[in-house]
């Protein structure tokens, strides 16, 4: 399919708006807290500290304009962390990891009251997450999730489909059943950052932007033109944590891709996809797709290639072979919109931790918060939460979660993580083409994609 145009920013960003830049750190300054990063996270933590102690001097230094990475170009899915149960209960027991699912809804529901309290247009709607079997190896991928919600008392956060009932909220041909989240929502992601952007802003946060940091120590923060001393640092830079000292293996670094429609209203009623939810099948390298307001689909896949530490490769926001299997993945499940307009496509980096779930931490006075996994958007307001209090040296339920301070579980080094990671991601992409094609994968492309099982890194099947 041909796709009209391709960038480095994509969709979101650019129906969103051009913003105005902040003018970029100069000279000598100080605060209480600096903030390193104005994604999702550096975000929510400024506005959280300033919720807490509105008297606290905050400053946040961006690389670029807050809100333009990759929380501005990701599939706005807001997401709770009931989805992990198994992973949670097998890293932390049973009582923790309900303790964390629950807390983790504070992500959805904070956001959706955010938006509404401060007048935030960002297209908040609650809609439950929709989780397929595409093909028939994805059938029960998703049972052990289920039979863990139900054994620790939460049956009703995520229950099985059969085929009829998802097929009754979204008809696609590929569809075999699946589960559906009771809690979830989508954004216009750009939005979302934009806004926030703005409002922390006006809560009196010092933004520098257009400012890449050089260093950050003891004496504080140090950019190009300018520094600021200051009593704690948070890091809260997604995919660029490996390039911070003690961080180089702390997690590696992926590439997501998407593509979005022309309006298509009348091949939404046709297939009955008018309840707004968010829907993802049961790849490893996940396709993830949802609606917009105005009738348009927004389909990513996480088959992306590998980022190599913390370099900014070009092929992470913009890669024409993916973005075109990107485009062919749209057509097939939904085979309406052949002949249909593929208005934009693009990309960005995903922080992979190695245990799938994100972690947040303190080294002295400098708090760290990474490893979302493409799933960032309601975990960071939580994150904020967790890392404003750190930054403030206030202890309490979300600072003893167990994401705090996790046992370090590390990635390998570079060149190994990279070419690694690549070998990886390509059998699972030939595990992938095989069993969409009904046949069963080859012995070595089976045994490289169930490696990182049995090195201890999670990965969603």
Known sequence: MTIERHTREGWWLEEAGAVEPFAPLSG?????????????????????????????????????VCGRGPSGRNGGFVSTLWDELPNLRESFGD????????????????????????????????????????????????????????????????????AAAV???????????????????????????LGLRDRVQRAGVKIFENSPVLKI?????????????????????????TAFPGMRCAMAVASSHMVITEPVSDVLEDIGWTGGEPIA????????????????????????????????????????????????????FFPALRGRRIVHAWG?????????????GSRGRVHHGFGFTGNGVGPAYLGGEILARLALDRRDELTRLPLVDPPRKLMPPEPFRWAGGSVIRGALLRR??????????????SMVAGLPRRLGWHLPR
Not at 142 to 151: G, M, R, V, Y
Not at 218 to 228: L, Q
Request: with cysteine.
């Open 95 to 162: 009582q923790r990891a309900l303790e964390t699912a629950r807390i983790s809804e504070r992500g959805v529901n904070g956001i959706a009251d955010f938006c509404r309290e401060q007048s935030v247009d960002a297209w908040f709607r609650f809609a439950p997450t929709i989780y397929v079997a595409a093909n028939r190896a994805q059938v029960g991928g998703f049972d052990q999730t289920i039979k863990t919600c139900a054994e620790l008392g939460a049956a009703d956060e995520i229950q099985a489909i059969d």
């Open 432 to 445: 992938d083409a095989a069993e969409d094609a009904g046949e069963r994968p080859d012995i070595l492309a």
């Open 281 to 332: 099948d049961g790849r490893t390298l996940l396709h993830y797709f949802r609606t917009t307001p105005d009738g348009r689909i927004a389909f990513g896949w996480a088959g992306g290639r590998m980022g190599y530490g913390a370099r900014p490769l070009r092929c992470l926001e913009k890669d024409a072979e993916v973005a075109h299997r990107t485009a062919e993945s749209l057509v097939r």
């Open 348 to 360: 960005g980096p995903i922080d992979v931790s190695p245990t799938h779930l994100p972690i947040f």
């Open 217 to 241: 120590g003891d004496n504080g923060v140090t950019t190009r033109d300018g520094h600021i001393k200051t009593g704690h640092i948070v890091l809260a830079v997604n995919s660029r944590t």
């Open 28 to 64: 000598r300054q100080s605060a209480d807290i600096t903030i390193v990063g104005g994604g999702y996270l550096g975000l929510w933590t400024a506005w959280q500290i300033k919720q807490l102690e509105p008297q606290a001097e905050v400053a946040l230094v961006e690389a670029d």
């Open 167 to 193: 097929r009754a909220r979204c008809n696609s041909p590929l569809f075999l059943g699946g589960a559906l989240v009771r809690l979830s929502a989508t954004v216009q992601p750009a939005r979302l950052a």
